[in-house]
């Protein structure tokens, strides 16, 4: 059973910066994509980042590009993700997420974690 598990989450100040971090475990991840989402109370999950699974290639949304960064791999089985910068509107819960095949489509997700970002 695919299980995804964050951590890193928590309250900081505009400007600050905080690394997120996924564990995968229960399958073979090594052809992998990895990746973040988030979601904002009152709205829609929206993609953040990924990064393919030999970790060569990163794609960002355009409303983090500059500011996170996105390490690691499906064969590492972790995947961080580093936030600089932080805004008050990069408040959300960050899910981590895997694609199975390297189509762009996540398909399984963790539980998330919760970053605040107070003005």
């Known amino acids: 059973q695919v299980q995804l598990v964050e951590s890193g989450g928590g309250v900081v100040q505009s400007g600050d910066s905080l690394r997120l971090s996924c564990a995968a475990s229960g399958g073979d991840f090594k052809s992998f994509a990895m990746g973040w989402a988030r979601q904002a109370p009152g709205k829609e999950r929206e993609f953040v980042a990924s990064i393919n699974w030999n970790g060569r290639v990163a794609t960002y949304s355009d409303s983090v590009k500059g500011r996170f960064t996105i390490t690691g791999n499906g064969f590492e089985k972790t995947v961080r993700l580093y936030m600089n910068n932080l805004r008050p509107e990069d408040t959300a819960n960050y899910f981590c997420?895997?694609?199975?095949?390297?189509?762009?489509?996540?398909?399984?997700w963790g539980q998330g974690t919760q970053v605040t970002v107070s003005s």
């Open positions: 997420a895997a694609d199975r095949t390297n189509d762009g489509e996540f398909d399984f």
